[in-house]
């Protein structure tokens, strides 16, 4: 940190202080050029010639990087909730962008009652497999 920053930082109680507002001043959160560049990468996307899981991994460090851009403080309740918004939202578009033979497999997902998670395996072993060649789609 150079003495012209440091100064600024010189008077906080905390080094949690000092992170918090080193973030809300450098963070890049408010770039929305690139925030509107990444969602465009993420609508476009399509599962097209690569695997299932080549086409997740796509979306997935998409995902990734866009949250960088969008730290939000709310409390525990909250922000529970609202990641399972994003998740349901990420699940949809993961869905939109396969191709169509596995549709039948969406159909099945959709209809039940709590939408798995994209990041997680299951627990249990009755997991949702397309028989392809490449028998990359497991829920």
Same mark, same amino acid.
């Given at each position: 940190m150079t003495p012209e920053i440091s100064r600024n930082y010189m008077f906080y109680?905390?080094?949690?202080?000092?992170?918090? =507002?080193?973030i809300e001043t450098y963070s890049m959160k408010e770039d929305s050029a690139a925030c509107y560049d990444i969602e465009s990468k993420i609508f476009n996307s @399509?599962?097209? #010639?690569?695997?299932? #899981?080549? +086409?997740y991994g796509t979306l997935n460090g998409l995902w990734i990087?866009?949250?960088?851009?969008q730290g939000m403080k709310m409390c525990k309740a =909250?922000?529970?909730? +609202? #990641?399972?918004? $994003?998740?349901?939202? @990420? $699940?949809?578009?993961?869905f939109h962008g396969l191709n169509?033979? +596995? =549709?039948? $497999?969406?159909?099945q997902i959709l209809g039940k009652e709590q939408l798995p998670s994209l990041s997680k395996k299951p627990d249990d072993q009755s997991c949702l497999t397309k028989e392809t060649p490449t028998q990359d789609l497991q829920w």
């Open positions: 109680f905390s080094a949690r202080e000092i992170w918090e =507002n080193l @399509r599962q097209g #010639t690569l695997s299932v #899981t080549e +086409y990087e866009l949250d960088q851009y =909250n922000s529970i909730a +609202y #990641t399972r918004l $994003i998740e349901r939202g @990420r $699940i949809f578009k993961f169509f033979e +596995y =549709n039948p $497999i969406q159909v």
